[in-house]
């Protein structure tokens, strides 16, 4: 008799660029199919998307994928880009396009939230200080320059929650995710209506139009058949209660206590996985929960790929060519630096920096300013890195370096260079869609 083919799980990694998928076989979780489909593209510091781009994109990517593969997935998890703030009115429709993460215009107005509250009780409310990336930061801002949108809404979420609301029907979160929206407390596990009250005016109203936050195990729903039809899936497919990007990669990359992650995308990351929370009210590591039910303390740039990429254009070659070129500088740095706050930054809270090339003088070669825009990115990710330990996490593990950068040779090079300790670079291209997936085998794999 044939043997029956193993179910599978789909990963999705809805991110600032792109919607990515990845089916794994249960319970091996080995890969068996992948497909992306771009979004829009934003320009910060205004950056916008609406979220019927994610979930085209979403049906685009799943349409790449063979039929008889789509057939077979028997759960899957949505991971999204972090703090983005989607408004839905009565009828469910979006007021307005989603406000992203890398989006400041909201800067002015949760400076003056943080001043008039005090930067130690967000921190101690919530395990980190917001910035203008964090979802609070943007609600109040609406509150304060949108307010018949606010007004008018009675549905809001993050971009994961927005595509898993459309696969299920659920309006639901994880605590991983809500840690990043500056309203949820993810030691008590409880939403601060006290702080929305301060940022909106409307704190118990907007309360009631939040997610419901599920524990890490909890299933979100199952596929409706609405949403099976959109994206060829079959009806009844569990479904995670998804997370973050951020700690979907911990999942996929299997954290324990200590390890540190450095991630190189259009933005940067360093982070490490905690059995502890930490509170830093000097608002540099982002006290974040994980999505496996422990901590996931985080130091976030603006600037990363983005800057090495605008860089190679200007020295009119690509990304491989650009590592090549800073690599042949490796042993003569010259004396130029980069400051690289192309989008302004986030660490430290700079929303209307720029970047800087220090140091050029007459003899400076093109290899040198190849090798300067690689370490610029790189020392604000170290100095992130010593962040966390200052803030009490435990960093004194494996460092792992991940995301698209992680495949350039130059940053692999010179993170060992200026770290001065080895570093991992994962088989797994797609950690986020692979952890999203591991989340969802968990649903079946029992």
């Known amino acids: 008799m044939t043997a029956l083919?193993?179910?599978?799980?789909?990963?999705v990694d809805c991110s600032t660029q792109s919607t990515k998928v990845l089916v794994v076989e249960v319970p091996s979780g080995r890969a068996v199919a992948e497909a992306s489909a771009r979004h829009p593209a934003t320009t910060p510091p205004v950056s916008e998307q609406h979220p019927d781009a994610w979930w085209g994109a979403l049906c685009r990517a799943l349409a790449d994928v063979p039929v008889d593969v789509r057939r077979r997935v028997v759960a899957l998890s949505v991971a999204g880009q972090q703090h983005g703030l989607v408004v839905r009115g009565a009828d469910r429709q979006p007021l307005r396009p989603a406000v992203l993460w890398n989006d400041t215009t909201a800067a002015p107005t949760i400076a003056e939230l943080v001043q008039e509250l005090g930067a130690e009780t967000w921190a101690r409310a919530t395990g980190s200080?917001?910035?203008?990336?964090?979802?609070?930061?943007?609600?109040a801002h609406l509150a304060r320059h949108e307010p018949d949108v606010v007004g008018a809404t009675r549905w809001i979420g993050l971009p994961h929650d927005d595509l898993t609301w459309r696969l299920t029907g659920h309006h639901v979160t994880d605590r991983g995710d809500a840690s990043g929206t500056?309203?949820?407390?993810?030691?008590?596990?409880?939403?601060?209506?006290?702080l929305l009250e301060a940022a909106t005016g409307d704190?118990?109203?907007?309360?009631?139009?939040?997610?419901?936050?599920?524990?890490?195990t909890e299933p979100a729903g199952s596929l409706t058949a609405e949403a099976a039809e959109a994206t060829g899936l079959p009806e009844g497919v569990?479904?995670?209660?998804?997370?973050?990007?951020?700690?979907?990669?911990?999942?996929?990359l299997g954290l324990i206590d200590g390890d540190v992650v450095i991630s190189l995308g259009t933005s940067g990351t360093a982070y490490a996985r905690s059995s502890t929370p930490t509170h830093d009210a000097s608002g540099a590591v982002a006290g974040f929960a994980s999505a496996d039910g422990a901590y996931l303390p985080l130091v976030c740039t603006l600037n990363a790929t983005k800057v090495t990429d605008t860089v190679a254009t200007w020295l009119a070659t690509d990304a491989t060519g650009l590592s090549e070129m800073a690599l042949a500088a490796r042993d003569d740095p010259g004396s130029v630096s980069l400051t690289p706050y192309f989008d302004g930054e986030r660490t430290p809270n700079l929303p209307d920096a720029m970047g800087e090339f220090h140091g050029l003088t007459n003899e400076t070669t093109r290899e040198q300013i190849a090798l300067a825009a690689h370490d610029g990115v790189l020392r604000g990710l170290l100095?992130?890195?010593?962040?966390?330990?200052?803030?009490?996490?435990?960093?004194?593990?494996?460092?792992?370096?991940?995301?698209g950068g992680a495949r350039s040779h130059a940053y692999q090079q010179r993170a060992v260079d200026l770290g001065g300790q080895p570093i991992i670079v994962p088989e797994i291209d797609e950690a986020v869609a692979f952890g999203a997936a591991r989340q969802a085998v968990q649903l079946v794999a029992d």
């Open 129 to 139: 200080v917001p910035l203008a990336a964090f979802t609070i930061a943007k609600l």
């Open 182 to 194: 500056g309203w949820f407390d993810p030691v008590a596990n409880e939403v601060r209506v006290d």
């Open 383 to 403: 100095a992130g890195v010593d962040a966390l330990a200052a803030a009490g996490a435990n960093t004194a593990g494996r460092r792992y370096l991940v995301g």
């Open 203 to 216: 704190g118990a109203r907007l309360a009631a139009c939040l997610p419901l936050v599920l524990a890490h």
């Open 238 to 252: 569990r479904v995670a209660a998804g997370t973050g990007d951020n700690m979907a990669a911990a999942l996929g």
């Open 5 to 11: 083919p193993p179910d599978l799980a789909l990963g």
